[in-house]
């Protein structure tokens, strides 16, 4: 069980449960919370209105759709709009249920989120996963929803629909592939539209079952279009390693600047690989978009560590300019490492290593858990620190920071979870400059302390974005299996504000104390 002296930690990092928000997942209309919706399992921020502030796109993948004629694990969205001072707007958030085929058993509709301006506009599209879509008889084949930007939101009736029956994406939908299953956006070819980067980590390659497989969209003035796409494997041009069964690349994607030549590159996760290992591949943006050629591979023993069977290195990833430097540093998690000791291994404590972006990268390799960024001993088994990334500046001194979701933590019972913020430096992230765990219950972060709701997971999912407008990343802080009005498993999120002065010491008006919204 953890027991840190929060007295004695650094309040700098930007975040304060001061005016935070605790969403809750509520009933609207013939919707609402039921038991294991897992609201909350997926998070995405950007600015689908484009009124200047971001807004918060909440995956229920579990969710069973209509509460007079449920639909098991059919999955929804639930949209939050940014607004002004107080980061989240006051009326009910938008739903969004499958498009299209409609409400249909373990399709998992917001299993994966991703929110980028795909046609220019100047408002950001929502794109939605759906590993669990079936295609005809192909069960499980999975699909991606991409609904528009526009002044009102996401326009729900003007969605497009990819799959890999798609025109364009050269490869064919079988059981189980779940395209869909993790999805990442960026301009890997600069021409001013974000291209869509999708996960299908069971795609079976040749003889290699669950082998994986990803594509890539290019975004265009009239939108993502199949027309071009790009696909990748092990083994593929360019790509190293070969595909094996049960890698599952693709499992996890990222999208970031790692060489600082303005195309945004992408981050593969290979948590499958060699017996659970794992891997990470980037491949480099260029004018044809990205490509293989002069792509990266590594695994934990590459950069330093030690591989394990069973480790999942790159089960996470997240990028972000952590030193300042001008090029994107790449954030591994590696979740369920297990540390050895004098009374035995720490089974699944997890670690995260922080890769360092440069012109030829990758650069200097540090490695972070709880046992060097808290105290000695912190690391504990099952925490799983890492599950859940996000990096952006939080306190506005110019340098990204970081956040990683430990939702296995045991505060009062197993898997309450945690997060950890650590800030970065000129060198990187580093504890002595600035560092903070938030626990329900605990330093005033909303919530039941334990034992209220036992297992609620927190920090199983993140996103950073800037929700008031104020110039600091806010943290959203999901929680899926929180239990709501007695429902096992309905999920919360909780939105800290970021500040340059963490407690709002900088307002100068009374601050209101959290309340869960709906």
Known sequence: MLAVELSGQDLNVGLSPVRSHRLANVTIGDLGPQTNDRFAQALAAGDLDGDGFDDLAVGIPQDDGPLAAPVANSGGVSVYFGAGDTGIAGAPPRRIAQSGSGYEVNDRHGHALAICDFDGDGFADLAVGAPGEGLGAIDAAGAVFVYPGDAGGPVVGAFALFTQATVGIADTAEAGDAFGAALACGDFDNDGFADLAIGAPSEDVGAAVNAGWVAVLRGSAAGLSATGTHTFTQGGPDVADDPEPNDQFGASLAAGDFDGDGFADLA????????????????????????????????????????????????????????????????????????????????????????????????????????????????????????????????????????????????????????????????GPAPTAGRRLFAAGADGFPGPPPPGSPGRELGRALAAGDFDGDGYADLAIGAPHETIEGVTGAGTVTVLPGAQFADGFEHEVPLAPWAIDP
Do not use: K
């Open 268 to 427: 593969i996760g290979v948590p499958g690989e060699e017996l659970s290992a794992g891997a990470v591949h980037v491949l480099f943006g260029a004018l044809a978009g990205l490509t293989g050629f002069e792509s990266l591979d590594f695994t934990d023993a590459t950069l330093g560590g030690l591989t394990e069977a069973g480790d999942n290195f790159g089960l996470t990833l997240a990028f972000g300019d952590l030193d300042g430097d001008g090029f994107h540093d790449l954030v591994v998690g590696i979740p369920l490492e297990t540390f050895a000791s004098s009374g035995g291994p720490i089974v699944e404590t997890g670690q995260v290593a922080v890769v360092r972006g440069s012109v030829t990268p990758p650069g200097p390799v540090s490695y972070w858990a709880e046992n060097n960024i808290h105290f000695p001993g912190a690391s504990e088994g099952n925490d799983r620190f890492g599950l859940a990334l996000a990096v952006a500046d939080f306190n506005g001194d110019g340098r990204a920071d970081f956040a990683a979701g430990h939702s296995g933590e045991a505060i009062g019972f197993a898997q309450d979870g945690a997060v950890t913020v650590m800030v970065g430096t000129a060198d």
